[in-house]
């Protein structure tokens, strides 16, 4: 806990008071730089230490290190300071302990570069691997990591400055501490770093130039003479020889480093100093920490605590039984993974303009400092699960020393709360992602809490342009963390599934809620925490490894969102509740209107999604001494809480705090080049507003009306969500009615077969430089559905991209699907993605054939006319006609052979003759 607010800092300037530091106007010496020594996370001797399970994420991290610049440059300040200003904070946001800039040193460039050795073993799973998840835009970040993979390797000459990130340390494990984190530190600040550089030199390459990321483990450069250059390190030599050194950190802490074209303004390197600037940057201001988040007696984390325990004195919360918000148990409902609102908004269901907003996870892509941190996301995915190793590890057989050894090392990776609780079968979704039945499979879950960042929040409106990079950071941190996590639980012989943002199975809210990590809040389903409040993403991972479990914890939040409401008044799109609880899906709570709520997120026009809620809250704290008394008294004296919220507008907080806005509104269109941003939400309190509960309009989709589990659209009837929320009761009104049935919400699977069915695709053949023929054959060998001649099918080539092709293979011939794609370079999108994903083995969904084109079988004659991609039903016909011996001929019009498909198969059918081609530039047009 802090005495004195950092609100008036800068976020550029960081937690450090590196300002403070003397400094040389002379050229940099970088003679007496030590060398630099690849680290290895590979400890065989050592299984039960949790660098092991660092590596395969240390090496997915150095994969991506570099990739596709985006051809357009965006409109970024041509300063260079303010450039530096930008990237700078962007380290910092990314939680760097410190960052400094300088020139690029020829001379720091490796005679031999670092490569990490399990890159070409990471990089084939990537490139042949297939992911089975709704999120969006997931197969278009795919593609594009599996051409950058493909792509040529790049020279560095344009480079010219460098980024450097220091991660410190924190205090060392005792000896009896915990058997995962010993003799690690190294290994965990370097995962860090590289999260952070590997994010933002993909982040420097989405506004148009060139960057790649360094570490440890895969570097062209000697990071140690980056920190000396940036000025955060300088040269001392002792007996075991020279080392570099921090002012504040000594030698305790990692570097990470960014080499890129972009022009920033560099730091000037340290110099030696006397008393008096020893006492400027060491003295009074930094033993208390004036204006600044470090201090002399905070900056090493896990000073006093136990790493076990955590950051946060959660000790000291009531815990009990079972949680402040009631949980009818046998009668929670399980709804299919295709009920998520973001699949819902993919798949068309909330209409055309929710669909545009996600196609290709737009909503995410329009903004760098967001879609930065999606490719790492992606890349992640494909080793975020595993089998669990043959055999158990002997130390792991005690549920109190695993919850220990768990909690020890999320927190000392970096978590910002963990808690541990039973798995129940209810929290598992009723169907994955390709529509099969989930048998719930662990009976233990460990839910994590990242915190979105306090001050770039502060600096924030809520629903500004950094509110989606907010989400996609801490996401990105748990993804990070919680597979590490994962991934050692399996290799100690355990099951284990990290379940993320973009690839999960289990409802995160009701674990949260029974691992003790916070309660039902008036936002609906965001857990509120007692020392983050709602400003908070989260994770889990699953596992039947023996754990010790947590209980919930009541710290009087239902008390006091019942008599605040300042979340419903302050959310833009009007989606929470200014009501009470109510019963939904079989659990209490403030239910908000998802489907207002994630329309205005995805689609709003001056910011990238929306996290207002969470802005304004008044448990959206900064963490200082002076906020105690608040937290007590909401706590201890519940009936206070309507003037707590009241004192909270009084004094401000939820507004704009000019002095943490660091980052560029800029936005994409069209994927086109970055832009200054047209508008911008910056918004202020408004505390003039009395909202009513009755004056609101809420629908809600339980689970009699969720969709079905498959991936095809399923439109929202808003009438019946509006009826539906009607008909929610409190929960003294629920216990109290006798028979319940009415009251109970289900899902129930729709009767007769699915509209889509899996097949793989079992052949490509480019026929033309924009037309690809296609071919799907079942799973198993087995015949596919008969189709008649000029059927089509139904092809989910992505959830946002439905679309209908005509067969043209012979109809006798069940067992393939043959059809033709025309790669339309400025169509909406669906045929260029279909080139980039759909690869030989891929599995894809396909409705079964439909015929609106029927061929008239008993004509005398037949005239099948085709132009271009036209012609592909035609084919199909021809076959058809053949085998019934008709009299017919095909006509095969196209303004040149080379634009022309299936010549190649046309002069092997046994009709040859009776095919009249007719192109343009020939002169045989047919008039």
Partial sequence: MRFFSYKNRPFHLGPYPLENLPRSDGPVDLTNIPEMSPLSFNRPDDPVNITNAMGDYQAMLDLIRDGMVKAEQAEIPDDRRERARNLKSFGYFCDASQVGICALPRTAMLDQPIVNPDISRLAEILKTGQTSTLASGVDMIMAELKEAMDAPPKAMDDHSHAIVFLYEFPRDPTPDEADWIQNCQMERATVRATETVATQANYIRLLGYPARAHSYTASDINLNALAVAAGLATVEQDKTGNHITNPYLGRRFAIGAITTSLRLQPDLPLAKGNIFSKLNSHGPKWWFGMGMAKNAFNHTAFKGRRFKDGGFPFERTKRQDEPTTFIDRPHVARVPKRADMFARA???????????????????????????????????????????????????????????????????????????????????YSHDAAGREITPYHKNAISVIIDQGHETMDGASGDDWIACAQSMRAYLRFSLLGGIVAGHIRSLGYSARAHTVMDGEVLQPPLLLLSGLGEVSRIGEVILNPYLGPRLK???????????????????????????????????????????????????????????????????????????????????????????????????????????????????????????????????????????????????????LDLKYEDQTLAVYPANLAPPPYPAPFPMDREAGIAAYRALKTAD??????????????????EGPPPVFQVVISKIQPMTTQVTKYEFSSLDGNPLPDFTAGSHIDVVIAPEFFRQYSLSGNPADSSRYQIAVLCEDHGRGGSKLMK???????????SSPHNHFTLEETASKSYLMGGGIGITPMIAMAHRLHDLNRDFELHYSCSSRDVAGFLDDLTGVPWADKIHYHFSDEGSRAD
Avoid at 604 to 615: E, I, P
Avoid at 733 to 750: E, Q, R, S, W
Wanted: glycine share 8%; net charge positive.
């Fill in 733 to 750: 009104n629920y216990k109290k009615a006798g028979d319940k049935t009415a009251l109970i919400h289900k899902f129930t699977m729709p």
């Fill in 346 to 428: 993919l798949f068309g269901d909330m209409g055309k303009a929710a669909q545009d907003a996600a196609r290709n996870g737009h909503y995410v892509r329009k903004n760098p400092s967001a879609f930065a941190a999606r490719k790492p996301l992606g890349a992640l995915i494909v080793i975020q699960n595993g089998q669990a190793a043959g055999k158990i590890n002997e130390t792991t057989l005690k549920a109190d020393r695993n919850a220990e050894n768990i909690k020890a090392a999320l927190y000392f990776l970096g978590a910002d709360a963990v808690g541990i609780s039973p798995c129940p079968d209810w929290a598992y």
């Fill in 836 to 846: 980039r994903i759909f690869k030989p083995g891929r599995k894809v969904f396909i």
């Fill in 538 to 688: 989260s994770g889990v991972i699953t596992t039947d490894m023996p754990l010790k479990h947590d209980r919930p914890i009541n710290f009087g939040l239902q008390n006091f969102c019942n008599a605040c409401n300042k979340c419903a008044r302050e959310c833009p799109s009007g989606a929470i509740t200014a009501g009470p609880k109510l019963m939904f899906n079989g659990y209490e709570i403030w239910k908000s209107d998802s489907q207002k709520c994630l329309t205005y997120r995805i689609g709003q026009t001056a910011g990238a999604m929306c996290g207002r809620c969470m802005k304004t809250c008044p448990w959206n704290l900064e963490g200082l001494f002076a906020e105690a008394p608040f937290r007590w008294l909401a706590i201890k004296v519940p009936w206070m809480a309507k003037s707590l919220a009241r004192f909270d507008d009084w004094l401000g907080n939820g507004r704009l705090n000019p002095a943490k806005k660091w980052w560029w509104d800029l936005v994409m269109e069209d994927d086109g080049p970055y832009k200054k941003a047209d508008k911008i939400n910056r918004r202020e309190l408004q505390t003039g």
